[in-house]
Each structure stands twice: as structure tokens, then as C-alpha cells.
């Protein structure tokens, strides 16, 4: 069956994508920009945007990666419902949508927005299930990526607060086997990475994937709030992000035996998803 993959070129859709070639699938790639997607050969790519559902084809189309975010949040759901109602008049049966583990928690932010995508995937009709991932691992390569490249360094507050980072390629993983294999439907896994640790140990585990030591240097939340902005982030976003920082340094996550029980395997550790991105991470010229 072809598996339409929303957000293609993305974090996680572009390894849905890999992992379905590999599977030797049909794959329909959506993307803005078909002529930079530098996807598989043989993937069926095609231009279009969520939130111009009426412009889509799901002709052959059985199943379908969605990710919620793509879609504005000031209008999410008009666009999720236009979506998800084409797609099941064309037979679409089957329905992965990446979400949060926000959802599950109902911490701030768009946990509501994206809960009620999630509802309208749960009355389509189709097979549904719900991938909802915690911290990405890749967020780092937008915090401390710069330091780490030009000095060897990452400036963080809250040294001994824990986070259970995960690799983009695990909930790829667990996305792909919820697309092709039956036993998953009306589930809603929340994913995290195998190891609980704090921001020191987090910089000692990239410094390990990158085979170079990494020191670690603490600030306050008013130094990080101030970093995160001179660095280009919106205030809300700097004060949403430390948000979850002081949340997790009081209230520490646990690591979920979601990925192990549906994969089988340990997931990927921080050092390696570091490996992974050594050349992001390689110091600068």
C-alpha cells in the first residue's frame, strides 16, 4: 500500500520515509519544495501544504503519516478536519499522527491544539495511533550546538535537572512499525529516551558521542533566558522552554518502556544520536 508521509523533509519524516523504502513500500513524500526534498529515488514526491488540504492526492493512498504541527495554530483544526475527512473518503485506513507527550501531561503550551487533531484522527474512521514523543534530542543542535562547535562549551540553567531526551530516529522507528504492522491501532505511545539524565550529564554523553570533552558551565535562569534570546528566540519561546527546564529540575521525567515494548530493543543514547551528528557538532574552522 502507498504511505502518504506529511512533513517529509522533516526531523522525523524524512527517516518515516527512509524506513518505508527500506521496508520497500510505496512512499508519497509531501513537501513545500519538491526540488530541494533530496529524498530516495523512487519516492513519489509531491508538492503541497496541510493547510491547503483541497490541494492533495490521496489517490492509492492507505495510509498516512501526519504531523499536527505542520498545521497553523490559530486554525489548526479547520485544516485537520478538511484533512482527515479527504482522506478517509478516499479510503485511507490507517492513521499515524506525531504529536507530544504534552498531551498526555497537559502541560502548556499547544497540548490542546494538537489533542483535538488527535480526536479528529480518532473519528475518521481509519486505524489510529497517537506517537507522542517528549524532549527531541535534536533540539540541542539549536541550544548548544554553537558552543559546543566554537568552544567546547554548553552554558545551561539548571545543571542537576534531568531530561530523558530522545533520538529522532526512535520515533521514526516506532512510527513505521505502527504504519506496517497490525496491533497498534487505538494506541498512543508516549516515547522518551532510554536514559534519565541531568544537563551535565547530557553534555558528558554528547562529549562522549563526539570523542572530545565538553565542559559544562551553569546560569541562571535570568543569564539563560537572556542567552536563548540574543540567540534569536522570542521571549515566549525563551520562557516556554525554561518553563519545562524548571519543571523537569522539581519534578523530573522517567524514562518510558514504550520504545523497548514495541521495538524490542533499547533505544538510541544521547552519545550516540552525538555520533550521529558529529558534523553538526564538529569544531569550527
Known amino acids: 500500500m502507498t504511505i502518504l508521509v506529511t512533513g517529509a523533509t522533516g526531523t522525523v519524516g524524512r527517516h518515516v520515509v527512509d524506513r518505508l523504502v527500506e521496508a520497500g513500500r ?9 526540488q530541494m526534498a533530496g529524498l530516495p529515488d523512487g519516492v513519489d514526491v509531491v508538492k ?6 483541497g490541494d492533495l492526492a490521496f489517490d492509492g493512498v492507505q495510509g498516512v503519516f501526519l504531523i499536527p504541527g505542520i498545521f497553523g495554530p490559530e486554525d489548526a483544526t479547520g485544516p485537520a478536519e478538511a484533512f482527515v475527512n479527504r482522506a478517509a473518503a478516499a479510503g ?3 492513521i499515524v499522527s506525531l504529536t507530544s507527550s504534552g ?5 502548556a503550551g499547544f497540548y ?3 489533542r483535538a487533531v488527535e480526536e479528529l484522527v480518532e473519528k475518521s474512521g481509519a486505524a489510529w495511533t497517537h506517537v507522542r514523543p517528549g524532549e527531541f534530542a535534536i533540539n540541542k543542535l539549536d541550544f548548544w550546538a554553537e558552543s559546543i562547535r566554537t568552544e567546547n562549551v554548553v552554558r545551561n540553567a539548571y545543571p542537576d535537572g534531568v531530561g530523558v531526551p ?4 526512535d520515533i521514526a522507528e516506532v512510527a513505521t512499525i505502527a504504519l ?10 508516549d516515547l522518551t529516551g532510554p536514559e534519565a539524565l541531568t544537563h551535565r550529564e547530557q553534555v558528558e554523553a554528547i562529549g562522549t558521542g563526539l570523542g572530545r570533552a565538553i565542559a559544562f558551565e551553569g546560569l541562571t535562569y535570568g543569564q539563560a533566558r537572556h542567552a536563548y534570546i540574543e540567540a534569536g528566540l522570542p521571549a515566549e519561546v525563551a520562557d516556554f522552554i525554561l518553563g519545562y527546564q524548571a519543571e ?5 521525567p522517567s524514562v518510558s518502556p514504550t520504545f523497548e515494548q514495541v521495538t524490542g530493543r533499547k533505544g538510541r543514547t544521547l552519545a550516540q544520536w552525538a555520533a550521529d551528528h558529529a558534523a553538526e557538532l564538529a569544531p569550527a574552522a
Do not use: K, M, Q
Open 26 to 34: 510505496p512512499v508519497r513524500a509531501l513537501t513545500r519544495n519538491p
Open 112 to 114: 490542546a491544539t494538537l
Open 248 to 252: 523537569y529540575a522539581e519534578e523530573p
Open 48 to 53: 503541497g501544504d496541510l493547510n491547503r488540504p
Open 180 to 189: 506496517l504492522e497490525d496491533g497498534h491501532a487505538g494506541r498512543a505511545y
Open 103 to 107: 498531551i498526555t501531561s497537559r502541560r
Open 92 to 94: 485511507v485506513s490507517r
Open 166 to 169: 530522545i533520538h529522532e530516529a
